[in-house]
């Protein structure tokens, strides 16, 4: 049987040929949680922007295939690809104060996508949106869905487009660092929300993160990105328990200990990162050779 | 956590009622010139020449303003004259931002090759010296109303152009055009439902901004007398006219200055005002 949601062999580099991820491979069951874990610029975004066919303009796909309940996304036409994405995918995105459109009306923004682009009725999407609202709490939704975005908090937009991208019951939802621009007392609601409304409704989720305390909590499985490499593909337990790429090991050290204050942060190895620059730039002379 | 009580009633404010009066009254000024002008406009009467304004020796009644070097009524030809400038003002200034809006737009949005034949174009545009080239344009299109009115959209689209395309640009950066995409939403619609609204408040002050241009522009050519021909008046010709006369007659000029110079003002100040209310993030 072949995956809801794999990545073979994805390779995207700039214009330039700068590579950006590096022959990535991985696999999401249906309902999986699956954590994507990096350093800044490690590509972990790129991941989820490519899936949704948003890649920033300057970036192209050199090979690879993303199956898609059984389709290649990169094959499709822009049509086709809008039409399978729009109505089976979704993003929340990173930073909640550019997520939402200055000018429109909450409601407008949730109901908009139901009804323009899934066909749905108005009453239906109107009467969606409130039961949405209600589903991540909010308070008063009927001032909310009225509002303009900046007449919000940031949490409070969080869950807004928490309850957005749950709206039209997508199968799948790439959840692009979500908790980082918001305070931790925040994060720790969000993060929940999430887990609640994922295990709810059966989504499968891929949780771009530079947090492994956040993967801990929300995933079951974790892929872990440097240098747009996947080098370490594993559960939860036994990433935590036995991880087997020194990258890791030393990632999982360096994570600060709250119960212990006075202990001193260790950094991530040089000769840790040194010998993962040298596979990549192995890797990438092959890669050159073989075009 | 909704953070203000929603006002959305906010007052208008002293500059949207000042400039919006000036505006409102020069506009009823203009529909109603031949009825509440004191003279004809072109009479002219060499017994009534040089006639000082209403609170100086000499004064002779209903020359209110005073009157020119040939007899002619200041306030009258005032009246007349913000005719012209409204004209050319509202239609000038509006053709040239459909025609620069819409193509800053798509500079912005589409980028690519697009964005590069549209950035080049304004780049070699801008390198004319814009008072030649609207001298020259009038040259070869005579002069006349419609002359003035398309060489001022032939000169200063690149101005929303510019800005609108900058705009636009940080705009499609923004999350909730990566969202849209990601929901499904075509390229164009994006453009038209997601981008615009937000480019909307820029665009506004623009054409304001523009249409204080716009006035100054007409009264510039017709400063040089390249504006319609002189038996209308119009307040750069009232300029012109009144310069070579200005210690004899100095309300000959001042006048149409003054009027002139409150207009541009009140465009501009009303364009702020506008922006403060269109704009959602502000309001």
Not at chain 1, 128 to 147: A, F
Not at chain 1, 150 to 162: D, N, P, T, V
Not at chain 2, 131 to 141: D, R, S, Y
């Amino acid at each position: 049987m072949t995956a809801f949601l794999s990545i073979r062999n994805l390779s995207i580099s700039l214009q330039n040929g700068e590579r950006i991820l590096r022959s990535v491979n991985m696999e999401l069951a249906r309902g999986e949680v699956r954590g994507l874990v990096g350093e800044s610029g490690a590509g972990k975004s790129m991941i989820g922007k490519a899936i949704l066919g948003i890649l920033p303009r300057a970036l192209k796909i050199d090979e690879g295939e993303i199956l898609f309940q059984g389709k290649n996304l990169l094959n499709l036409n822009p049509r086709e690809l809008r039409k399978e994405i729009g109505a089976n995918a979704a993003l929340i995105p990173q930073d909640p104060l550019t997520a939402l459109n200055p000018s429109h009306r909450i409601g407008r923004q949730i109901t908009n996508r139901l009804v323009d682009i899934l066909g749905w009725s108005k009453g239906d999407a109107v009467k969606r949106t409130y039961d949405l609202l209600d589903e991540v709490r909010i308070p008063d939704p009927k001032r909310v869905i009225n509002s303009f975005p900046h007449e919000l908090s940031g949490g409070m937009r969080q869950r807004i487009l928490i309850a957005s991208a749950f709206a039209a019951e997508p199968k799948l939802i790439i959840a692009d660092e979500p908790t980082t621009a918001l305070d931790v007392t925040v994060q720790k609601q969000i993060l929940n929300l999430i887990g609640e409304m994922q295990s709810r409704h059966g989504t499968t989720l891929l949780f771009v993160t530079h947090d492994l305390g956040v993967v801990s909590k929300v995933c079951q499985s974790l892929s872990v990105l440097f240098l747009g490499k996947v080098i370490e593909d594993t559960n939860v337990f036994s990433f935590f328990d036995s991880p087997t790429h020194p990258y890791s090991k030393a990632l999982l050290a360096a994570t600060p200990k709250y119960t212990d204050p006075e202990s001193d942060l260790i950094p991530v190895s040089e000769e840790i990162l040194n010998s993962v620059k040298e596979e990549v730039v192995q890797l990438d002379l092959e890669w050159s050779n073989g075009r | 956590m909704v953070d203000t009580p929603r006002n959305i009633n906010r007052k208008i404010g002293l500059r949207m009622w000042l400039s919006g009066g000036w505006l409102l009254f020069l506009l009823l000024a203009t529909l109603f010139a031949p009825i509440i002008s004191p003279h004809d406009p072109l009479a002219q009467d060499l017994f009534a020449s040089r006639l000082p304004p209403f609170w100086m020796d000499g004064y002779e009644a209903t020359y209110y303003l005073g009157s020119d070097s040939l007899g002619r009524d200041v306030l009258s030809r005032i009246l007349y004259g913000a005719q012209i400038a409204l004209l050319v003002a509202l239609i000038a200034s509006t053709a040239t931002c459909v025609i620069g809006a819409t193509l800053g737009v798509l500079a912005g949005y589409y980028g690519g090759w697009v964005d590069l034949v549209i950035s080049r174009l304004v780049d070699i545009w801008m390198a004319f010296p814009p008072v030649l080239f609207a001298i020259l344009l009038i040259a070869v299109l005579g002069t006349g109303l419609t002359s003035i009115i398309i060489a001022i959209i032939v000169i200063d689209w690149t101005r929303f152009c510019r800005v609108i395309r900058a705009e636009t640009m940080s705009q499609s950066a923004m999350d909730y055009v990566a969202s849209a995409k990601a929901a499904g939403r075509a390229r164009f619609g994006i453009m038209i439902k997601e981008i615009v609204p937000n480019v909307l408040p820029t665009i506004v002050v623009l054409l304001t901004l523009e249409m204080g241009i716009a006035v100054i522009v007409e009264a510039i050519l017709s400063f040089v007398n390249l504006s319609i021909s002189t038996d209308f008046p119009t307040w750069g010709g009232m300029i012109s006219e009144g310069r070579t006369s200005v210690h004899q007659a100095w309300w000959v000029i001042v006048f149409p200055l003054i009027t002139l110079f409150l207009t541009v003002l009140s465009f501009s100040q009303l364009g702020e005002g506008l922006k403060d209310r269109f704009d959602p993030v502000l309001r």
